[in-house]
């Protein structure tokens, strides 16, 4: 059978909290006739998603022919993460679709390679296009998958932009500390909950969100957590919305993120365009663009529990807000979309 190229732009999605504002966004900003976005699984509508927005749901199991059929047809197929190993399998036998596949890389999908199926391995050496803004993950799958396609740099989703928030931090007492953004092992609370340990007799109060991930894990932290610090360690477990946790981080005093690997990025560019101060591993992609773009972060092999100097935190602050902006973000996209 015979398929006739449409001019579409195909997006294939599993459903995270990043997609409907970046479907709002494409919609408010681009023409959407041009737009189909593919959400793999079952319907449901949560993150912000409705049913009025312009999206179709496509069962992985038995509608796989209907979604050959729009990536065979589409302009560019934008696969937003490489999550679905059935997905994964359909590239692989017909590696020519993957010369119009651009991938928006989320760091979990290609990070540790020798946990990845040999399949996407294949899959990610022999990808057209690869999405993201932080160049060295790009680097990390030339020398890890042997990639070899283009380089296509994009802030991926809205989440990501600088924005002034109007909001006045809470007095407190107390130093406020963040760790991590999730209940997933990489943020390694154990790890950042022992070098705090020192301080637990201080006046203090650490912080982990918890709502978003791995159930079990989150139980392990919060017992930890509350082992060392009492009732100075508050889990966060239920998600918050989004005015609710811009207030949250707009009354942290000091963020700790020991991800080893691209990670939390929204939160950690809000943070900084609050002027706060972050530690975060030396040894990472998200460190060396940091550095690049003139943002001083701290390393989490030394902290200190003092507050960021507010010359320096206005210069991030600065510094973050030229750089993650709603003007750049839409040059990338107008770039990607259009670009033959």
Same mark, same amino acid.
Request: glycine share 4%; hydrophobic share 45%.
């Given at each position: 059978? $015979?398929? @006739?190229?449409?001019?579409?732009?195909?997006?294939?999605?599993?459903?995270?909290? %990043? =997609?409907?504002?970046?479907?709002?966004?494409?919609? /408010?900003?681009f023409d959407i006739t041009k737009h189909r976005f593919i959400f793999i699984g079952k319907p449901e509508y949560k993150y912000g998603l409705t049913i009025n927005h312009p999206v179709e749901w496509i069962d992985k199991k038995t509608k796989v022919f209907r979604l050959l059929r729009y990536m065979y047809e589409a302009k560019k197929i934008i696969l937003h993460g490489l999550w679905v190993e059935r997905i994964n399998q359909l590239l692989f036998i017909q590696p020519w679709l993957l010369k119009k596949c651009y991938w928006v890389m989320w760091g979990g999908d290609f990070y540790f390679p020798e946990q990845q199926s040999w399949i996407k391995k294949k899959v990610i050496k022999k990808m057209g296009h690869f999405i993201t803004y932080v160049k060295g993950d790009y680097e990390l799958t030339q020398k890890w998958y042997r990639a070899k396609g283009e380089y296509h740099e994009c802030f991926m989703y809205p989440s990501n932009l600088y924005k002034e928030y109007d909001v006045k931090s809470k007095k407190h007492t107390t130093l406020n500390i963040l760790v991590g953004n999730s209940a997933t092992d990489t943020n390694n609370h154990r790890e950042i909950f022992n070098k705090l340990e020192k301080y637990k007799n201080e006046n203090i109060q650490i912080f982990a969100p918890l709502s978003y991930g791995?159930?079990? &894990? $989150?139980?392990?932290?919060?017992?930890? +957590?509350?082992?060392? %610090? +009492?009732?100075?360690? @508050?889990?966060?477990?239920?998600?918050?919305?989004?005015?609710?946790?811009?207030?949250? =981080?707009?009354? !942290?005093? !000091? $963020? !700790?993120f020991a991800h080893n690997r691209q990670q939390a990025m929204g939160t950690i560019i809000t943070l900084l365009g609050m002027g706060k101060k972050v530690y975060m591993r030396k040894d990472t992609?998200?460190?060396?663009?940091?550095?690049?773009? +003139?943002?001083?972060? %701290?390393? @989490?092999? *030394? !902290?200190?529990?003092?507050?960021?100097?507010? *010359? =320096?935190?206005?210069? *991030?602050?600065?510094?973050?807000?030229? &750089?993650?902006?709603?003007?750049? &973000?839409?040059?990338?996209? /107008?770039?990607?979309?259009?670009?033959?």
């Open positions: 059978m $015979a398929f @006739v190229e449409t001019g579409m732009i195909v997006h294939v999605i599993v459903l995270d909290k %990043f =997609l409907p504002s970046f479907i709002d966004f494409v919609s /408010k900003h791995d159930e079990n &894990y $989150a139980k392990e932290v919060i017992a930890y +957590g509350k082992r060392l %610090f +009492g009732d100075k360690f @508050v889990p966060l477990t239920d998600f918050m919305a989004f005015e609710k946790y811009i207030e949250f =981080l707009s009354s !942290i005093d !000091i $963020a !700790i992609t998200p460190w060396e663009l940091f550095e690049k773009i +003139g943002v001083k972060v %701290f390393d @989490v092999e *030394n !902290i200190r529990l003092e507050t960021i100097d507010k *010359n =320096l935190g206005s210069k *991030n602050r600065k510094r973050i807000e030229e &750089y993650f902006s709603e003007a750049n &973000y839409l040059k990338q996209l /107008k770039k990607l979309f259009e670009e033959e």
